[in-house]
């Protein structure tokens, strides 16, 4: 299954909303039609508005709203990442150069806020209050779980719980944001439109998970060895806290201190090592899996469509990835 | 007149806005709440707040709505001074190391975003939905202002027409913001929300060309020199527009060259003394002059008032004021 896929049933939707999307985006401003052109290039997957959407497909049927929900989404996801590159001092993104390395940190700030204006703008102007409601609260939660992650990368200490919190507000919540504006655009009750917010939810978590997994499994293609980034920035997440749960207090301790110092020779093989010794990958994957579990056995509750189907892959794709 | 002049026919309402401002900002993460109680400390003149406050009793009265008003106005403008600390690399703000300093880019970010973010939700709670029009609307003219500003910082080129687009939207759509939201939260017609949206326009736009003489005029406390940030940072304002306009067409041509080595030793100092000289100042000063006597003339269709009498008097402020 590849990621196309999962848009078979929409691609008509999603391509008329590319066309759309591109002429929206015009500005007055050369400079921001010029930036608006290059992060339209270079765009990726169109995960989140596939996922809005499939969900209205779901929950009852694509209607205008649909589309509206999906650009918003568009438009904040495409904001935040513009954001994280300043923030990750990120030079490369999806293979190309970042916004931030080539028009540098004053831009891609402005840039992104524009971006978060335009999305909210488009909801005013359709008067979609609901969407408005649900994606402001995603914005204050992807920042919330950000700020709590850089404060426990300081104090190099993260719980399961912390973690947990971590990845359900800076990623999950604007999976769960696609799916239930999804599920509003097509005019669902109430209950369905929580319903696949708690799908996404789900989704988002065990996607997150699968990421932090692949962080210590999938080969650097230079030197062959774990990319272990996020050893090397001082983020502990879950396949390193399981671990650290089931090995001998002694060793345990020993691996904690060695965080402090990942920048000596050969530290991040031992703590890759331990990880991997220590049963974290599994573990971490058995959550996953979990998650995913509980995710599709809420979509059982919708009646049968390609949709739903679709939605069931996707979840299923989230964690059988390789990249 | 000094800055809390004009909070004193609203002084009582300010007040009571401030605590339950901290309030509201009161966050789980800990990081957050540590950076807010740092930003309130560091708080400013809020003009801003002032001006939504007086708005709403030259329009009618104050109400409910305006305090949440303010609070949205206080949140986005909060937000836009942290982002801005990223964009100027600015090290101190207020007279205070800058969050940036402080916290790094990364934080600052993130902490505007989830500013941004409280103030939407603020008003979605609330279902003040003009506000959220008005407020995103202020959002996209800023950045996009700021962006535009960029580019032709890049050319080393501005046209009199491009200026007063920059600071129009860069300054002037704020402070119109805090106006219109105003007299909205009054409940005031439509014609007297805009007749107040114009005022602020007006205001705000004097307010910049103030400040970009201020540059000229001010001296810098240690070296006794105009600070001439503007210049040495390649920003073409208002008075150097003007001296260019009325300087004969050869030294004209030779400041433009001199625009791009500021650089080089006694370069300011020519350009400050060529706007002098050709009355930059004075001929920029003439119109921040018209636009305040065309925002009070503005005023002067709305019933007499205490909080009309301060609207004014702010208005007069804004071009008075040496710092």
New interface residues.
Partial sequence: MTDATFAQPIREHLDRFNRTFARQMR??????NLVVRYLLRSRGKQLRPTLVFLSAGAAGGITDRTSIGAAMVELLHTA?LV?DD????APVRRGLASINALWK???A??????L???G??LA?EH?E?EF??IT??A??R???G???Q??NFRKRRTDEGTYLRIIADKTASLIATCCQIGAVSAGADPAVCQLLGAFGERVGMAFQIRDDVLDYTSCSAILGKPAAHDIREGKITLPLLRALANAPAGQATQIRQLLRSTHRNGSVERIVAFVVDYGGIESAMATADTLVREAIALLEQLPDSEYRAMLAAFAQYTIERSK
Same sequence: chains 1, 2.
């Fill in positions: 500005s007055a401003v050369p400079l921001l935040t954001h300043v923030v990750d001092q940190n004053k831009v700030v402005l840039m992104g806020d524009y978060l204006a335009r909210l703008l005013v008067e209050f408005l409601r402001a609260d914005v204050r992807m920042s919330e950000e700020l709590l850089v404060q």
